[in-house]
């Protein structure tokens, strides 16, 4: 799991500790898995629990802010947000959730909020809230690039990430200016689509990636659709970090143990390299 901080006074910021857990698997010679829950679901009480176990089998954790329009996400994570709406959840009592957590978690912290939460809170008060919860940084999927200097400057203010998205339809100059800009690391989606597809299906996988990287600055992750260990060994192959969502969000709603999911990602690469 990733590099532990002090809450708020830490010497590494918290765009570096993300950067630096994703550097730390490659080089223990395994992909960095960037492991998904909604806030809040399947249960408010449990969220601690399952947040303190996926950061103890995951490099980094992005915990969703539930909203009533998720329209990047796909059924699962929709359901799953609806219901952490329906049970009360929001934005400060994610925070507060966060930093209440003793230990801290494991694992570096990114919330994935839609804009609309963030607009609310007020920038500076986010950025100071994130800062002293412990979150290290923020993934925005409705902010444009172009329209991300006010969030980006508060959060850069504290050391925070801001994680830009690209896809396979980026043009090469956006894609430039996402890996020039983004902080943590560059998500790329691998899908034309919401997430829970199949991941780059129908597409030239390598190439797209392969042009990601080529741009980035940070480490490169890549998901939507991520759900076996035989995925995460191929797109490993390709860059330092994989997302898994909707698969684990799944995991959870069933109540089954989202670390033994999260170790079974891993497993096919050790076996490969065992054999």
């Known amino acids: 799991a990733g590099q532990t901080s002090s809450r708020g006074a830490s010497v590494v910021n918290g765009s570096e500790r993300i950067q630096n857990a994703i550097e730390t698997a490659g080089n223990e010679g395994r ?7 909604t ?10 629990r399952d947040l303190g176990r996926i950061a103890e089998a995951a490099d980094v954790v992005e915990v969703g802010v539930p909203f009533t329009d998720p329209m990047a996400d796909g059924l699962t994570i929709q359901r799953a947000s609806r219901s952490a709406l329906e049970s009360g959840v929001t934005l400060q009592w994610i925070l507060d959730e966060i930093a209440a957590m003793e230990p801290e978690p494991a694992a570096p ?3 994935m909020s839609y804009l609309n939460p963030l607009l609310a809170m007020g920038y500076e008060n986010l ?3 994130a800062e002293q919860a412990g979150v290290a940084g923020f993934i925005v999927p409705d902010l444009p690039l172009d329209e991300s200097s006010d969030l980006d400057e508060a959060l850069a203010a504290r050391g925070l990430a801001l994680v ?5 339809v ?9 890996g020039r800009t983004s902080r943590g690391f560059l998500y790329a989606v691998t899908v034309t689509g919401i997430t829970g597809g199949d991941a780059g299906k129908g ?7 392969k042009r990601v990287a080529k741009h980035s600055n940070v480490p490169v992750c890549a998901g939507f659709g991520v759900r076996t260990a035989s995925q995460v060994d191929e797109i490993g ?6 997302v898994v969502g909707s698969a684990l969000v799944e995991t959870l709603e069933r109540g089954e143990d989202p670390s033994a999911f999260l170790e079974s990602l891993c497993s096919y690469s050790s076996a490969n390299q065992d054999a």
């Open 31 to 37: 992909t960095a898995l960037v492991a998904y829950l």
């Open 39 to 48: 806030a809040g679901y399947p249960a408010p009480k449990s969220f601690r």
């Open 109 to 111: 912290i990114i919330l």
């Open 127 to 129: 950025a100071a809230r």
């Open 164 to 168: 830009h998205l690209v896809s396979p």
């Open 170 to 178: 980026t043009s090469e100059e956006r894609l430039a200016l996402a």
């Open 203 to 209: 597409g030239n996988l390598a190439a797209y990636l």
């Open 237 to 242: 192959r390709l860059v330092p970090g994989v």
